[in-house]
C-alpha cells in the first residue's frame, strides 16, 4: 500500500538552531509530495511541493526540502527557527497522473521552540 | 479573495442530533474535499467531489453525507452525531497544476465536540 511516514511525533528545538522534519514515503515510483505546515487553531498551508526535477525545492518561510529517492524520504529543513515556527508539520504524497486527486497525510510532528 | 471559508467555526452537538457543515470556496475550483483531523492521526479523507454533479467516499465515510451544491460550495451532514464524530473537520479545493499533479487549499476548520 503507498503511504508516507513521519517519524517523529514532538520535535523540540532552540530558537535560532536548524531544524529537520523527516518524512519517508512508500511508493514504486516517484510520487508527488508536500509539506503543510498548521499554526494553532488554524488550517493548513502549503509549504512546498515536489512533482520532478530538481529534487531541493524552497518554498515560503525559509523552510526547504530534499527528495531523495534512494532513501524514499522528502524532509524538511530550515537553517535557524524562530518562535513563529512552532506548529504541527504535515508530509502529504499523491500518486502522480493516476486520475486520484487524493492526499494521504503523514500523522503530522509538532514542532515545539524554545527561548 | 477569501479562499476556502467553513461555517461555523464550532459547534457542540448531543448524541443523535444532526447538523451541516458549509464550506464554500471562491477559485473557482473543481475538486472540494472534507477531511476529519484526530489526534495522532493526521488528516483523513472523508468524502470528495472532483467536479459539480459528483462526490466519492473516501476513507472515513460511515456516519456522513455531502452534497456539491454549484461549483462553490461542498456541504458535509451528520445525520445522527455519535461521540466518535468529534473531531475538526477541514473542507479543501484543488486546482490541477501540472500533468496530474494537484495543489489543495485548506480552509480554517470547525472543531466539532459530540456529548
Known amino acids: 500500500a503507498q503511504s508516507v511516514t513521519q517519524p517523529d511525533i514532538h520535535i523540540t528545538v532552540s530558537e535560532g538552531a536548524s531544524l529537520e522534519l523527516r518524512c519517508n514515503y512508500s511508493y514504486g515510483a516517484t510520487p508527488y509530495l508536500f509539506w503543510y505546515v498548521q499554526s494553532p487553531g488554524q488550517g493548513l498551508q502549503l509549504l512546498l511541493k515536489?512533482?520532478?526535477?530538481?529534487?531541493l525545492v524552497q518554498g515560503i518561510k525559509g523552510f526547504e526540502a530534499e527528495f531523495k529517492r534512494s532513501q524514499s524520504s522528502f524532509n524538511l529543513r530550515k537553517p535557524s527557527v524562530h518562535w513563529s515556527d512552532a506548529a504541527e508539520y504535515f508530509c502529504?504524497?499523491?500518486?502522480?497522473?493516476?486520475?486520484?486527486?487524493?492526499?494521504?497525510f503523514g500523522t503530522g510532528t509538532r514542532l515545539t521552540i524554545i527561548p | 479573495n477569501a479562499g476556502v471559508t467553513q461555517t461555523p467555526k464550532f459547534q457542540v452537538l448531543k448524541t443523535g442530533q444532526s447538523m451541516t457543515l458549509q464550506c464554500a470556496q471562491d477559485m473557482n475550483h473543481n475538486s472540494m474535499y472534507w477531511y476529519r483531523q484526530d489526534p495522532g492521526m493526521g488528516l483523513r479523507l472523508i468524502y470528495y467531489?472532483?467536479?459539480?454533479?459528483?462526490?466519492d467516499k473516501g476513507e472515513v465515510p460511515n456516519g456522513y453525507n455531502v452534497s456539491r451544491l454549484n461549483k462553490r460550495e461542498f456541504s458535509l451532514r451528520l445525520e445522527s452525531a455519535a461521540p466518535s464524530q468529534t473531531s475538526v473537520y477541514f473542507c479543501?479545493?484543488?486546482?490541477?497544476?501540472?500533468?496530474?499533479?494537484?495543489?489543495?487549499?485548506f480552509g480554517p476548520g470547525t472543531r466539532l465536540t459530540v456529548t
Open positions: 502529504a504524497f499523491l500518486r502522480p497522473n493516476f486520475g486520484n486527486e487524493k492526499l494521504t
Open positions: 467531489s472532483a467536479s459539480e454533479g459528483t462526490t
Open positions: 515536489y512533482f520532478s526535477g530538481d529534487t
Open positions: 479543501a479545493s484543488s486546482e490541477q497544476i501540472a500533468g496530474g499533479a494537484y495543489e489543495q487549499y
